[in-house]
T-cell receptor, first 113, second 113 residues
Framework: AQSVTQPDIHITVSEGASLELRCNYSYGATPYLFWYVQSPGQGLQLLLKYFSGDTLVQGIKGFEAEFKRSQSSFNLRKPSVHWSDAAEYFC???????????FGTGTSLTVIP | DARVTQTPRHKVTEMGQEVTMRCQPILGHNTVFWYRQTMMQGLELLAYFRNRAPLDDSGMPKDRFSAEMPDATLATLKIQPSEPRDSAVYFCASADDRAQPQHFGDGTRLSIL
């Protein structure tokens, strides 16, 4: 069965510190992988996507993610967190056919001064 | 900048009333999704359409919820009769069949009293 797991419900980091948000997936076919960010009162915004090719993908706002097939993971990273990065982050997996998506339960990020 | 538009942004009504939420997908996108987000359940897929045809509405309570696409520029989600447990934020998202990533609207925050 297809699924996405975000093991960390909530993470707190200091401003300027590095960040890594974990995402593990279970998918029968070659996955398409995504990270979205949701600020309070807003919809989800796409941060980055992986379809194929280079396993390290760059996204907006200084984020990057690395696809590791052997670990079924697609962790999101940022070298230096800004206070404005405080938000909810969702990992998602899709198929290369059709448009079905599976979202993780989200990780809430708090940034402290 | 193309975006998904949802109306209304907020809706407060009494239980038993009919609620209609509208979504204008990004022009040219042929796939439309409806999600419901609550603190308890997270992000749940209610239904999705491709080329205006419903492909999956298994996540939607059939007795009171209905989703339609009268034309390519409008998707609607109706609840009749509404109940307090329907209180949530409802998101619409659209996607280009060939490009996968979903683009989300800002949501309709629904409160049923």
């Amino acid at each position: 069965a297809q699924s996405v797991t975000q093991p960390d419900i909530h993470i707190t980091v200091s401003e300027g510190a590095s960040l890594e948000l974990r995402c593990n997936y279970s998918y029968g076919a070659t996955p398409y992988l995504f990270w979205y960010v949701q600020s309070p009162g807003q919809g989800l915004q796409l941060l980055l996507k992986y379809f194929s090719g280079d396993t390290l993908v760059q996204g907006i706002k200084g984020f990057e993610a690395e696809f590791k097939r052997s670990q079924s993971s697609f962790n999101l990273r940022k070298p230096s967190v800004h206070w404005s990065d405080a938000a909810e982050y969702f990992c998602a997996v899709g198929a290369n056919t059709g448009n079905q998506f599976y979202f993780g339960t989200g990780t809430s990020l708090t940034v402290i001064p | 900048d193309a975006r998904v538009t949802q109306t209304p942004r907020h809706k407060v009504t009494e239980m038993g009333q009919e609620v209609t939420m509208r979504c204008q997908p990004i022009l040219g996108h042929n796939t439309v999704f409806w999600y419901r987000q609550t603190m308890m359940q997270g992000l749940e897929l209610l239904a999705y359409f491709r080329n205006r045809a419903p492909l999956d509405d298994s996540g939607m309570p059939k007795d009171r919820f209905s989703a339609e696409m009268p034309d390519a520029t409008l998707a609607t989600l109706k609840i009749q009769p509404s109940e307090p447990r329907d209180s949530a934020v409802y998101f619409c998202a659209s996607a280009d069949d060939r490009a996968q990533p979903q683009h989300f609207g800002d949501g309709t925050r629904l409160s049923i009293l």
